[in-house]
């Protein structure tokens, strides 16, 4: 069954829809202002009312904002059966501005100042459950979670649930808003965080990763399906791989064997060769495992082959969106797809001998002839996921 | 019994508490509205029967909820615990 993109959406750091969000990318544009990636332009009641705001998390919030742009877009829900549309949409974290606020009320007022929203605003499965509600979807629902991986897998897994029958149109993606003091001092007690507050994604001085917020959602659709009510083609979800390092609980695989196991197994889904692949959006965390590891894991999927096609990590934008990253850079897959353009690496300054690639470090590439690119997405827990989108 | 509020005074205090949580119409609230009328749900409830609580410094216990269907209930049973109050200390 061929799956196509008919609507997007996102909310980042440096933009609040699709073409802003791309467009800053080619502009070289960074998100980042003391040593986060907050979207601090987001209201909330652009989307809610007043009341539906309050009792959601701020991860649900952005959601919910790329989702009524993604599904406004699709012109969804008209033209499906509500039976046959899904919402599958992942978290890494979930409500943890909630959680660390009702943490707070407790030890300080006991259980009557627990709210009652807490645990409807806290659970993972809060902004699907909240999308599904707004557009009176009743197909398959539910949130995945596989750390940073999350947004890989939610947008791989709405492919499978097409593919399988089970809906017609998924709305598909990852949201994150993690930027509490208590996540951003434990990735900090972690070593995984920049010191310096700055993303460089395979630059020799890179040090770490910097935390972001946001959401990407998109439509996914059967091909016949969205041809049948005329919708607007973006782009095609081609293939999905999904792996296990079984290695570690946070450090990726020495030799990147989980990592090229997933791009292998979505080039076989996609049934593509290597030297079909014109671009790979990194997973390309800026911390000195990651980076190295993928770059030894492109290597040697590539191994054979003329020379691996370019890589980017936009991370160097707008930082690390845990649970959202993977959605957001499938969003980058489609748009770099449907224009013919590579959005660069910002920060990349200094070559480091064991990232040896092309990071695409000058600026935006045009890219005319790109017909098929990947996007990695690796979590703590060793959980892998890779994705190939296709032109239209 | 100064600490007895008035039916407007009940009222208004509930308006206030659901204008905090944000219930659209809030301030237009009249006794007759059920909770369902103004879209109030079993959650938002407890958040409104907590601030009454807190506000009037009385309790209202869990099996009271059922009997408080509108706003107006919920204005006479807080009525009701104040005047209780002011008896008991009396």
Request: proline share 5%; charged share 20%.
């Amino acid at each position: 069954v061929s799956v196509v993109v008919t609507g997007r959406g996102v909310v980042s750091s440096i933009g609040e829809s699709p073409d802003a969000f791309f467009e800053s990318l080619l502009a070289k544009r960074s998100g980042i202002a003391d040593g986060i990636g907050a979207c601090v332009d987001f209201d909330p009641e652009t989307t809610m009312t007043p009341k539906e705001a309050r009792r959601a998390d701020r991860y649900t919030q952005l959601a919910v904002g790329a989702a009524d742009q993604a599904v406004a877009e699709a012109g969804l829900p008209d033209g499906v059966d509500p039976e046959r549309l899904g919402v599958l949409v992942g978290t890494g974290v979930g409500g943890l501005v909630t959680l660390q606020a009702e943490c707070e009320a407790w030890l300080e007022g006991g259980d009557r100042a627990v709210s009652p929203h807490f645990v409807p605003m806290m659970m993972p499965n809060a902004a699907a459950g909240t999308i599904a509600i707004r557009i009176g979807a009743h197909g398959p629902g539910f949130s995945v979670s596989s750390a940073c991986a999350t947004g890989g897998h939610a947008i791989g897994e709405a492919m499978r649930m097409i593919d399988r029958g089970e809906a017609d149109a998924v709305v598909a993606g990852g949201t994150e808003a993690a930027l509490t003091g208590l996540c951003i001092a434990a990735f900090r007690r972690m070593g995984a965080l920049s010191r310096e507050g700055v993303s460089r994604p395979f630059d020799a001085g890179r040090d770490g990763f910097v935390m972001g917020e946001g959401a990407a959602v998109l439509v996914l659709e059967r091909e016949e399906h969205a041809k049948a009510r005329g919708a607007q083609i973006f782009a095609r979800v081609v293939g999905y791989g999904a792996s296990n390092d079984a290695f570690h609980i946070t450090q990726p695989d020495e030799n990147g064997r989980g990592a090229k196991q997933a791009m292998l197994a979505t080039l076989k889904d996609a049934g593509a060769a290597t030297g079909d692949v014109g671009y790979i959006n990194a997973h390309g965390t800026s911390t000195p495992f990651n980076d190295k590891i993928e770059t030894l894991a492109i290597k040697q999927v590539f191994n054979g082959s003329a020379t691996p096609p370019p890589v980017s990590s936009t991370k160097s934008h707008i930082g690390h969106l845990l649970g959202a990253a993977g959605a957001v850079e499938a969003l980058v897959l489609v748009e770099a797809v449907r224009r013919g353009v590579l959005p660069p690496t910002i920060n990349y300054e200094q070559p480091d001998p064991d990232c040896d690639l092309d990071y695409v470090p000058e600026g935006p590439r045009e890219a005319p002839g790109l017909e098929l690119a990947l996007s990695n997405s690796f979590g703590f827990g060793g959980q892998n996921a890779c994705l190939a989108v296709a032109k239209a | 019994m100064a600490n007895v509020p008035t039916d407007q005074e009940a009222l208004d205090a509930i308006r206030e508490e659901l204008a905090n949580i944000k219930v659209p119409g809030a301030e237009q609230a009249t006794a007759d509205q059920t909770w369902a009328d103004l879209d109030v749900d079993s959650l938002d409830l407890v958040e409104v029967v907590k601030a009454l609580e807190d506000r009037y410094d009385v309790q209202i216990a869990d099996g009271r909820l059922k009997s408080i269907a509108t706003v107006g209930d919920a204005a006479a049973l807080v009525q009701e615990l104040t005047r209780e109050k002011e008896g008991a200390t009396a």
